[in-house]
């Protein structure tokens, strides 16, 4: 059975800091995986998508990359600003399925 | 503009009553689905569905039923056989043959006083 997990919890960070944050899964076979943002109280944006055969996908100040060979994903988050705060999740689709699985996310304060 | 809408965005419910959330999409996509969101805890899948007249129970699927007559429609009933039914419910659709990018509503939050 998939499981995502995403570490940190919980990020603080002063403005401009450039920032990483990880998705990790259990299972290899994947059909693509997407990063999203929430705000408090709001459905989820979708951030970016990379596909299974993809190593990297990029978008502005966001570049999220893809290993499926040892399960993980990073969202790498450049020159940080107040208005990126806001909690970040990663789903995995697997192979073969129309099921998303959702990390439980990390929630990411700028402070100015 | 083409999006999914869900409604309401608010909902009280009393102890035992049955309540239906409404989603509905204008973006020709052919998979629905809904996700219950808890405060500090990521997104758990309750239905699924692929097409028309087709729907598939995901992780949590006790106490709720959808029915998908429609397309564009996937509207989710939360029945008093939900134990726990006070959650933030999230609809999302992809269309089927793409890269498969899923897109959310804005959610509704349901409260049973």
């Known amino acids: 059975k998939q499981e995502v997990t995403q570490i940190p919890a919980a990020l603080s960070v002063p403005e401009g800091e450039n920032l990483v944050l990880n998705c990790s899964f259990t299972?290899?076979?994947?059909?693509?995986l997407q990063w999203f943002r929430q705000d408090p109280g709001k459905g989820l944006t979708s951030l970016l998508l990379?596909?299974?055969?993809?190593r990297e996908q990029t978008s502005g100040r966001l570049n999220a990359s893809l290993d499926k060979s040892s399960g993980r994903s990073t969202l790498y988050i450049a020159a940080s600003q107040p208005g990126d705060s806001a909690t970040y999740l990663c789903?995995?689709?697997?192979?073969?399925?129309?099921?998303?699985?959702f990390g439980t996310g990390t929630r990411l304060k700028v402070l100015a | 503009d083409g999006g999914i809408t869900q409604s309401p965005k608010y909902l009280f419910r009393k102890e035992g009553q049955n309540v239906t959330l409404s989603c509905e999409q204008n973006?020709?996509?052919?998979?629905m689905y809904w996700y219950r969101q808890d405060p500090g805890q990521g997104l758990r899948l309750i239905y699924y569905?692929?097409?028309?007249?087709?729907?598939q129970k995901g992780d949590i699927a006790e106490g709720y039923s959808v029915s998908r007559e429609k397309k564009e429609s996937f509207p989710l009933t939360v029945t008093s056989a939900q134990k726990n039914p006070t959650a933030f419910y999230l609809c999302?659709?992809?269309?089927?043959?793409?890269?498969?990018?899923?897109?959310f509503g804005e959610g509704s939050r349901l409260t049973v006083l």
């Open positions: 789903a995995v689709r697997g192979s073969g399925t129309y099921k998303y699985i």
């Open positions: 299972d290899s076979a994947i059909y693509n």
């Open positions: 990379i596909q299974s055969s993809q």
């Open positions: 973006l020709n996509h052919d998979a």
């Open positions: 569905s692929q097409i028309v007249n087709d729907f």
């Open positions: 999302a659709s992809i269309w089927g043959q793409n890269t498969g990018e899923l897109f």
